[in-house]
């Protein structure tokens, strides 16, 4: 039984864009070349639709059988609701209203965003802010089952978007800012009901390790260490969410994520290496037993998350094919990791990083810069990369022509102090002030170019606020994404060039995509409208509202930056009417490229 083939079908039809990622590699790369370096400075607007909420838009439309699909944050009279549009014309054909709890919106530590949505068998797949994964006819919006996951009154929330894999929905929970213990759970598709749940911190009885499970840590033997890198019975409050990106590789039948933070962000509080929080684990879909773990960045200091996505690419190094995985690191490393076996391969810097020494190359541990360690009480100036990282969430693209990364990200440092915090279930357990500026040259943010093999920056783009949208690289060999002062941009992947701009009414913080119209033409889509978080990283410096510790949580109560003004657009672009009949050309019938060797 293949539960997925609808799925993976669709994956290799370059017309479609099945899943927020796209593919289960985790490309975010297109077969499409319509638009490419020569015409994309003609792309014009070819229609527009508000989901009628003000926050963050941060989910990737998905496209499937002509039709798109997207869903909004929570906000507006109807948090969290998905609509379904014709993808060339943008005819409303559907629209799903949830109902989910305002007091959601109390314990989002981040904003009330939402990813995106995924697909299966006829199946749209939501996951809302109150803890619901939800399942609803693709055609007709009609609800099929709904399954709740998790407790608002414990401070869980949940925002990304979830992935299916072989009949079963992948979701995982947030929170690390309140005290929640991060879990991933499996849900069958058809029903609904919780196949199975691995939790990321505690006992080996939720957290199923094989016999050939492999922790890479010659002084960490055990079955418990998710207990004992731990002060008694702090893995319980101790965060490890999961609420990024999931790869799948088909063949080795194992799914890759990240987890969160340890919580407090106060370090001084939890001893130990506090495992698995900021970890990488591959895990078998159809049981959720743990094949191999990493921990990225052992007791973390900075709050630096590694849920980033995890690109699934084939790469010669040292003159032999390996099955890697790129990690672009919160902590602003690079990690090419052994696929199969966890083993770090590389770990370079690819921003301004003085917060470490750097990554073992033996080992794969992270080397602590003890001058920049957080100490009670005692503010620590110029800490680079800054709590949300050299990268938050935002994701790159992967392009099997140029066999570069894209990478969206920041470049900003922090002055950073550690206070005691006390646990109250449902409140921020976070126990630092942070104080955020531009890195380095003066700039916030950057897009660039990423050889992994070479282990080298190709191209880059300094921006002056942090750049917070996904990235998209297509067979045209042109890359998108957008910046928080509202431009949306189109670069050539080979040099950096940029090749066209559209200014929007808001900022960007969403994801790009591109699929082909039943009319024969490309089209690209992003959801402008910045809110929260990166609302206040953009901020950091520039707005003295958000300076001086008074960086909040529970982001959604926040005033809005004043030159990011909120509102929702989808935008959706094409080639104009002349670029259009120049560029015309037949679908590509070779899909065989459509996942990276
Ligand atoms: O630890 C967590 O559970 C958690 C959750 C989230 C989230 O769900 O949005 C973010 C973060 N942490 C976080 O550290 C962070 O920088 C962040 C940025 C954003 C965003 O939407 O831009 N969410 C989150
Ligand atoms: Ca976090």
Redesign the pocket.
Known sequence: QTPSGDLAARMKDPNQWPMAARDYANTRYSELDQINTSNASQLQLAWTFSVGADR?Q?AAPIIVDGMMYVVGPYDGPYPNRVFALDATTGELRWSYAPRPEPAAKGV????V?N?GLAFDQGKIFLNTLDNHTVAIDAKSGKELWHTKLGEINRGE????APVVVRGKVLVG??????G?R?WITALDADTGAIKWRAYSTGPDSDVLISDDFKPFYDNLKGKDLGVTSWPADRWQVG?G?V?GWISYDPELNLIYYGT??P?PWNANQRSGDNLWSTAIFARDPDTGRAKWAYQINPHDLF?H?E?NENVLVDLEINGAMRKVLIHPGRNGYMYVIDRATGEVLSADAYDHVNSYKGVDRKTGKIIPNDDKTPLLGQTINDICPA???AK???PSAWSPRTKLLYVPHQHLCMNFKATEVGYIAGTPFVGASVDMYAGPGGYRGEFMAWDPVAKKKVWEIHENLPV?TGALVTAGDVTFYGTMDRLFKAVDARNGNVLWQFRAGSGF?GQPVTYRGSDGQQYVAILSGVG???GVVANAEVDPRVRNGALGFAGATQDLPFYTAGGSELLVFKLGPGAAANAARPAPQDNSNAQPR
């Open positions: 963050g941060e989002a530590c981040c904003d965003v990813r929330t949940i925002t990304m929970n947030s929170g690390g800012e309140m929640v991060g965060g969410t609420w969160a933070n919580s709050d998350d849920i709590a949300p990282g938050d969430w935002q917070w913080i929260g978080w990166p």
